[in-house]
């Protein structure tokens, strides 16, 4: 597991589930990463694609890494509807949903993704020994130093969960996901922890005490946003979220609607966990387009830890969740001191 040259000692891998046309845009991730982070840790790097990485793909990114690269094809099982989705309904949806101009509603590649991202990636056999995950898209930007191997905060703080943005997703997309999880816990009521995030995800929510086995309200549709993840695989691999995900499955969402993995994992996190097991990772400097988040503490400016602009900060912005998160996880001091341009 530990290769010669590894230093960061945790049983962890950044993970990118990427395409081969992507290779550019995978690299300036990487780069970020490494440069900020990666290259003091050598954690190794685990590439997912539902086609073969070709041979420039693969020896650009193992050139980028400064730990091991591994490659990994997906099944075909893993990648495509399963028998029981009617075809024609996916058609007829998938139809009205272009017509409502929703976003990626006409693409199945990208349910495929979706589903993968919430029932698969976990369980591919390159990722079988290590315990925790970084996951990294094409794209994004890092705009700060981390100075410390946030995988080692995960274990020794025993977070779960970790996030940095938080915000709503397009109710058309999910329409039924959220009676879908209702009912699931209804039937599985053991699996809802005590102190969970409940009240994140539902105004006055119901069933975050413990005894309360059954969820009432109205979904608000807030989640962390999935593109960036350090979380436990272990999470993924639960009993709780392995049932969770087969019940979601046979509900055939991914293909009826396009549910996306972001509410999931959020769904899942915020209610098997107990909400002290879920880390927002406030020190980090992020962006995935359109939204940016930028440290607020002038310390991470001064020292020249970040480079960002202190005015694009999603956390507060009227489309992010996270005020909302620092209430349930009785966060007073939200993102620390506010940047007021003069
Ligand atoms: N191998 C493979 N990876 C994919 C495919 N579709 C998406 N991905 C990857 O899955 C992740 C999520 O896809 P994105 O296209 O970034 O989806 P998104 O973040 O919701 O939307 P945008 O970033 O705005 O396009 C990224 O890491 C993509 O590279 C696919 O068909 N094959
Ligand atoms: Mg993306």
Not at 58 to 82: D, H, R, V
Not at 130 to 146: M, N, S, T
Not at 329 to 335: H, N, Q, W, Y
Request: hydrophobic letters at 35%; proline letters at 4%; one cysteine or more.
């Amino acid at each position: 597991m530990f290769t010669p040259g590894q230093i960061g000692k945790e049983k962890a891998s950044l993970v990118m589930l990427v395409r081969n046309r992507e290779l550019t845009d995978a690299l300036r991730s990487m780069r970020m990463i490494e440069d900020r982070f990666n290259r003091k840790y050598r954690y190794p790097w685990t590439f997912l694609n539902d086609e073969p990485f070709t041979e420039e793909f693969i020896n650009f990114t193992t050139g980028m890494a400064s730990g091991k690269t591994q490659y990994g094809l997906i099944g075909i099982e893993q990648w495509s509807m399963p028998e029981h989705i009617d075809l024609q309904k996916v058609q007829a949806n998938m139809e009205t949903m272009v017509a409502k101009n929703v976003i990626y509603a006409g693409s199945m590649s990208y349910r495929h993704m979706c589903r993968y991202n919430s029932g698969f990636f976990y369980r591919h056999e390159l990722l079988a020994n290590y315990d925790y995950y970084w996951r990294v898209e094409p794209a994004v930007e890092y705009y700060c130093d981390i100075n410390y191997d946030p995988f080692e905060l995960m274990r020794t703080n025993d977070k779960l969960y970790g996030f940095v943005m938080a915000m709503y997703e397009y109710d058309v997309t999910i329409k039924t996901l959220w009676d879908e999880t209702k009912s699931f816990i209804k039937s599985h009521p053991q699996y809802l922890a005590p102190d969970n995030a409940l009240d994140f995800f539902v105004d006055g929510g119901r069933a975050s005490r413990r005894g309360d086995t059954e969820i009432k309200g109205t979904y608000n549709l807030c989640h962390f946003w999935s593109n960036f993840e350090i979380a436990n695989l272990n999470l993924w691999r639960s009993q709780a979220y392995s049932e969770y995900f087969a019940h979601l499955d046979k509900a055939g969402g991914f293909y009826y609607e396009r549910w996306g993995d972001a509410p999931i994992h959020s769904l899942a996190a915020g209610l098997f966990l107990p909400k002290s097991k879920i880390h927002h990772f406030g020190d980090i400097g992020y962006r995935h387009a359109p939204y940016s988040r930028c440290p607020q503490d002038i310390d991470s400016h001064m020292t020249g830890r970040c480079l960002c602009n202190r005015a694009e900060h999603f956390d507060d912005d009227g489309y992010s969740c996270l005020p909302r998160w620092w209430k349930v996880a009785g966060m007073s001091i939200g993102a620390g001191p506010r940047y007021i341009p003069h």
